[in-house]
């Protein structure tokens, strides 16, 4: 992988991104991988030594990266905590590498640590990406130091907070940071799930990535009101929106919004490898932040 610096970001940035020093090892696949959809993570091993990603699009990685770097410091003299601690398991013949954030000892608690976005919580509980992850490190934590770990939580620290919002909203964050509990799985369920995802891996040909692996969001029929900037309403179906509109008096309109890929469009480092993507007609050709900028 070569790194670019269109936004011309300063050398200690651009350095530090260079030189983060996680590798896979031997390991035939690392927790995040197996969780990543299989062609999102075929296309990216097959095509490793072209790939090209810009500085500006990986400031959010290292700003997780700091979190945990922090936090790594809370086990110095603390025999009581395991902090970044690397796990490697053989299973159905392939060898699987996890890192988990931290472990407290005497309450046998796992916890990860996340910068991320409110909308990951708003509307729902624990996102399912993040049961999947935790429920992993704590099967290979039983079956690799015999700890069977008793409680969960992910500890999301919201790098997009707004005190205006909260004031605003019941359904959003009251704080910069919220405890997730982790619903836990029991072993057996943990242990089927991880086969299954390693088959989904191994299979020779990938399955095309599907709208929950690419964050699809829907097209919507928006009702427009002459004078007003946001929609009145927001349908997915045209025939409905057309029906309610019927009800309203003069001044309104209908305007298409398209649907959107979210994970192809910003964040898959596989994009510019992806048939799927290139033939799909949401494809606007801009693959960066640093490319839309230039562009
Ligand atoms: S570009 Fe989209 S469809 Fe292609 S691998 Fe990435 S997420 Fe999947």
Known sequence: MSLTNKLRLPEPIVQAIINDTYTKGDADFSVTELLSPPQLARLRRDHASESVEDASDRIWSLLGQAVHSVIERSATNKDNIMSETTLNTNFNGMKIKGT??????????????????????????????????????????????GILVKQAAVIAIWRDWSVREATRRTDYPQAQAARVEVPLWDLATTEAFVAARLALHMAAEPQACSDEDIWAKPSKWAIMKKGRASAVRLFEDQAAALDFMGTLGSGHSLEYRPGQATRCESYCPASAYCAQWQNDPRNKGISSVADSLFS
Do not use: A, H
Request: net charge negative; charged share 30%; aromatic share 14%.
């Open 100 to 145: 988990f954030d931290s472990l407290t000892i005497s309450d046998l608690e796992l916890n990860d640590y996340k910068v991320t976005t409110v909308w990951k919580l708003i509307g729902g509980g624990c996102p399912i990406e993040w049961e999947q992850q935790v429920n992993i490190y704590r099967w290979m934590l039983e079956r690799e130091k």
